[in-house]
C-alpha cells in the first residue's frame, strides 16, 4: 500500500551543523510530497512541497528535491538553528479523490542545542 | 486564507469522563476535515476523516466518535475516556487543490 517510511529520531545537532532527515515512500501513483514542522505546544504547518519529479521544494533555508529513482524525499539545511528544533513529518498525497488520500511519516524531533 | 481554530489548548479529564473537543475552519467552504492524534513517542494517526456535512470516516476502531454538524465544524467526542485515550489531538482541514492546513492542538490527559 501507499506509505512514507522516515527516519527515526530523535536528531540532536549543534547549532550550524548540517542536517538530513532521510524520508522514502511507497505510492501506486504519482504522490506530491510535503514536509510538515510541529514546533513545540503547537499544531503542524506545512515546510515546502514537491508536486512532481525533480522538484526541489524550499523554505526558511530547508531543502527537499523529489527522486523518483529513488523514491525519496530528504529534508536538508545547510546550517541549523536552535529556532529549527521541532518534530518534522514526511507526508504523501495522491492525487486520487476521497478524504483518505493523505499520508503520513512518523515524525522525526530534531533538537539543536547551541 | 485557511485557518483552524481548536479548543481548548488543554484538558485534563478523569477517566470515565465525557470528551468534546470542537474544531472550526475558517477561509474555505466544503473543506475535507480531519481529527489526529499523536500519541507520546508515536507519529500521527489518522482517527476520522469527513468529505461532508454528516459524513464521518473511521480510521481505527476505538473508544472515540466525530460528528460534523456544519460544513465548518468538527467535533471529537467520547462518552467514557479511557487512559489510553491520552495524546495531542490534532484537526486539520483542506480545501480543493490546497495542502492540509492544521489546528494548534488539544493535549489531552486523562487521570
Known amino acids: 500500500g501507499d506509505s512514507v517510511t522516515q527516519m527515526e529520531g530523535p536528531v540532536t545537532l549543534s547549532e550550524e551543523a548540517f542536517l538530513t532527515i532521510n524520508c522514502t515512500y511507497t505510492?501506486?501513483?504519482?504522490?506530491?510530497l510535503f514536509w510538515y514542522v510541529q514546533y513545540p505546544g503547537e499544531g503542524l504547518q506545512l515546510l515546502l512541497k514537491?508536486?512532481?519529479?525533480?522538484d526541489k521544494g524550499s523554505n526558511k533555508g530547508f531543502e527537499a528535491t523529489y527522486r523518483k529513482e529513488t523514491t525519496s524525499f530528504h529534508l536538508e539545511k545547510g546550517s541549523v538553528q536552535v529556532s529549527d528544533s521541532a518534530v518534522y513529518f514526511c507526508?504523501?498525497?495522491?492525487?486520487?479523490?476521497?478524504?483518505?488520500?493523505?499520508?503520513f511519516g512518523t515524525g522525526t524531533r530534531l533538537t539543536v542545542i547551541p | 486564507s485557511q485557518t483552524i481554530h481548536q479548543w481548548p489548548a488543554t484538558l485534563v479529564q478523569p477517566v470515565g469522563s465525557p470528551l468534546s473537543l470542537e474544531c472550526t475552519v475558517e477561509?474555505?467552504?466544503?473543506?475535507?476535515l480531519y481529527w489526529y492524534r499523536q500519541a507520546a513517542g508515536r507519529g500521527l494517526q489518522l482517527l476520522f476523516y469527513?468529505?461532508?456535512?454528516?459524513?464521518i470516516s473511521s480510521e481505527v476502531p476505538q473508544n472515540l466518535s466525530a460528528s460534523r454538524p456544519q460544513d465548518r465544524q468538527f467535533i471529537l467526542s467520547s462518552k467514557k475516556l479511557l487512559l489510553s485515550d491520552s495524546g495531542f489531538y490534532l484537526c486539520?482541514?483542506?480545501?480543493?487543490?490546497?495542502?492540509?492546513?492544521f489546528g494548534n492542538g488539544t493535549r489531552l490527559t486523562v487521570t
Open positions: 505510492a501506486t501513483g504519482y504522490p506530491s
Open positions: 477561509g474555505t467552504s466544503n473543506p475535507n
Open positions: 514537491a508536486t512532481k519529479a525533480d
Open positions: 469527513s468529505v461532508g456535512i454528516g459524513q
Open positions: 507526508a504523501l498525497s495522491l492525487p486520487a479523490t476521497g478524504a483518505n488520500n493523505l499520508f
Open positions: 486539520a482541514g483542506t480545501g480543493f487543490g490546497s495542502p492540509l492546513h
